[in-house]
């Protein structure tokens, strides 16, 4: 079973850092886009930031500039680092992967990790 899981999350005060990270497992034959989304309480998730499997990035306009993603293919993992947070990141951050495994008959299949808490206090 192919599986995502975040780690990196916790609690930082404003202005600080943290890196999320993000890894994959299972008979993968290929990863495309990984992805962040953050969710809060009454609201769904929206996308933060998009690494393409030719490491090209986006990012939404309210984390530019301060956040960055990377992606290990070696590694199978991708990265999201986090600097001058603020309290409007607080947030459980999602990771996403489109990728083809040997369960999926090597189909591409969207798949989500299962969160991690983030939490910046004023």
């Known amino acids: 079973q192919v599986q995502l899981v975040e780690s990196g999350g916790g609690r930082v005060q404003a202005g600080g850092s943290l890196r999320l990270s993000c890894a994959a497992s299972?008979?993968?034959?290929?990863?495309?886009?990984m992805s962040w989304y953050r969710q809060t309480p009454g609201k769904q998730r929206e996308l933060v930031a998009v690494?393409?499997?030719?490491?090209?990035?986006n990012y939404a306009d309210s984390v530019m500039g301060r956040f960055t993603i990377s992606r290990d293919n070696a590694k199978k993992t991708v990265y999201l680092q986090m600097n001058s947070l603020k309290p409007e990141d607080t947030a459980v951050y999602y990771c996403?992967?489109?990728?083809?495994?040997?369960?999926?008959?090597?189909?591409?299949?969207?798949?989500w990790g299962q969160g991690t808490q983030v939490t910046v206090s004023s």
């Open positions: 299972g008979r993968i034959l290929s990863i495309n886009d």
């Open positions: 690494i393409t499997s030719g490491s090209r990035t």
């Open positions: 996403n992967a489109d990728l083809s495994s040997m369960s999926s008959n090597y189909q591409w299949r969207n798949y």
